[in-house]
């Protein structure tokens, strides 16, 4: 049941591989998971995650405790007036120290919509990882 549940998963998110879905209990607990296995790995002291300031709290308060115990810094991308993170408030942001962009899809207080495809493929011209909260626009948007 798992494994047929993941390659549909794997099928609806457009995954490379089905082992590329991991079940947590739920978005808190796999951006904790994300946070923490990835700093112990990849992040050091003065180094940044670049967050919006639509960020759900869940995907705040791993970062946080980050800059708390690790030393990194929070970088925001603004919203503008229109109540929207554009993908030129991201690109403003990123610096040679941004080691993760960690974005909500949709946020949960204003219902904007984040340009996803365009941010995953800025991040990655310039080889930072992307962690995308989409609890909110999974189910609701075509992904």
């Known amino acids: 049941m798992y494994e047929n549940t993941r390659s549909s998963v794997q099928k609806y998110i457009n995954a490379k591989d089905k082992n590329e879905v991991v079940f947590t209990k739920g978005a808190t607990e796999a ?3 994300v946070a923490s296995t990835f700093s112990q790995k990849f992040l ?3 180094d940044e995650i670049l967050l919006t300031e639509l960020e759900h709290h869940s995907n705040y308060v ?3 405790y980050l800059r ?3 030393g990194i810094r929070i970088e925001f991308a603004e919203v503008n007036d229109e109540g929207e993170v554009t993908l030129d408030n991201i690109e403003k942001k990123i610096t040679s120290k941004t080691k ?3 974005v909500t899809h949709l946020s949960n207080v204003t219902g904007a919509i984040l340009p996803i495809k365009e941010i995953v493929a800025l991040a990655h011209s310039k080889n930072i990882p992307v962690l995308i909260d989409g609890c909110q626009g999974a ?3 075509k992904l």
């Open 44 to 46: 050091k002291e003065g």
């Open 62 to 64: 791993p970062w946080h």
């Open 139 to 141: 189910p609701h948007l």
């Open 68 to 70: 708390k115990t690790k």
């Open 100 to 102: 993760m962009i960690a």
């Open 31 to 33: 951006i904790n998971l």
